[in-house]
């Protein structure tokens, strides 16, 4: 086991990792109450992973994440505060409240998001960390991802052009042992995670992601080996984490002792005892750590609580691309480029209704008024609305208050 560090650095771990652990608490909690909107993924239980990699970092470094990644951001000292707002769509958020949960991102401290798109990241990364290079910069790239995302075709190639180019970057994958309800076993024919870039050249290594030193030690490693040589490593993390894959997850694909049994090796819990038996941190200390964060955390949501919501006329602010009036409703129609019947929205209402009808004529339904698609969805009786009907097993509903309880343990 590696050493521990000095005692400032212990105690800045250790209230780092309850700060995280508190936020997520509170966020899981204002989700509930429905303040949070959006989807949301807490990372209870990896805080050792996000810490210990973020605790190595220098500020010139990037980081780059997926949609679990609250505590990256904070972790990489963007304002707790500010993240809170974002949840909340407000905007004093990170993004001005536009991006939420899953898109946290705070170019000042290079933390890169943010990004619902599994494996989505990986290209971005790998971009730049070519820039950095390309600049004769020092800044290494760290981007984290999931197990699932290793199965992605964006990991394959992002291996192989971060091989060839030689480009400072670590690729750390989250292993939390499952992608939503799929197993790491059932969705990776290789489940040693390590080994999975070598035949494109990117060597591995794993580490105990529940240790925060282990984190430590295994990540300056790796990135060591981008700033001093640029080359790139895979690094294996192993984590769990306590909740569900989202707040709207049954959790019917793991058993209760299984996620008590990670409990017991509490990333925290673990650090905090083995500080005070080495004598490193008093009780004083740990108990200061906790209350620490739980002030934190009551001043992030009163602040979220504050801060206003955009107005309605900055709605197109910050939109990559707007044509005007703004066609394409839902469709795109190559045959030329100015809006065709349906694709309009200031046509919509009655242009829906008469495809609609039309549709139902085709199809030798009775002719006559059905209501509007557009504005009440198909609503033939005893017919489900096509977005509940199509909806699969695993996928996260739309943010009615009601259905973000359905996973959550009573916080209060
Ligand atoms: C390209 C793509 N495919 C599928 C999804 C739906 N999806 C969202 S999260 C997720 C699981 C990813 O698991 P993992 O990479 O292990 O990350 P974790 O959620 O465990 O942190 C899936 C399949 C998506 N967002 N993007
Ligand atoms: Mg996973």
Known sequence: ?????????????LARMALIRRFEEEAGRQYQRARAGGFLHL??????????????????????GTYRT??????????????????????????GGRGGSMHIFDAEKRFMGGYGIVGGNLPIAAGISLASQY????????????????NTGNFGETMNLAALWKLPVLFLVENNLYGMGTSVERHS????????????????????????IAVREAVAAGIEEAREESRPTLLEVVTYRYRGHSAADPEVYRER???????????????????????????????????????????????????????LDTMYENLYARTEPSGGWYAVDERSPEPHRGEDEAEMPDAARELAEAGAAYAG?????????????????????????????????????????INEEDDD
């Open 70 to 95: 609250h505590g990256h951001a904070i972790a990489r000292g963007t304002e707790p505060k500010r993240v809170m707002a974002e949840l909340f769509g407000r905007v004093d958020g990170t993004s």
């Open 43 to 64: 990372a209870i239980g990896e805080e050792a992973t996000i810490v210990g990699t973020t605790s190595v970092m220098r500020d010139e470094d990037f980081l780059i």
């Open 257 to 311: 002792e299984e996620v008590e049994e990670w409990q017991e090796k509490d990333p925290i819990e673990q650090f905090a005892k083995r500080c005070l038996e080495a004598g490193v941190l008093g009780e004083r200390e740990v108990q200061q750590a906790r209350e620490a964060a739980e002030e934190t955390v009551k001043a992030a949501v009163e602040f979220a609580e504050a801060s206003p919501e955009p107005a």
């Open 365 to 405: 339904q009775p002719e006559g008024p059905r209501p509007n698609p557009a504005t009440h969805g198909d609503a033939q009786e005893g017919v489900e609305p096509r977005v509940a009907a199509e909806r699969e097993v695993g996928d996260e509903p739309e943010s009615a208050p009601a259905e973000q309880a």
């Open 135 to 150: 600049k004769g910069e020092d800044a290494v790239t760290v981007c984290m991802f999931g197990d699932g995302a290793s």
């Open 189 to 212: 024919a290789q489940t040693d995670l390590s080994k999975k870039a070598e035949g494109y050249g990117v060597p591995g290594a794993r580490a105990d992601g529940m240790d925060v």
């Open 1 to 13: 086991m590696a050493d521990l560090p000095d005692a400032a650095t212990c105690y800045e771990l």
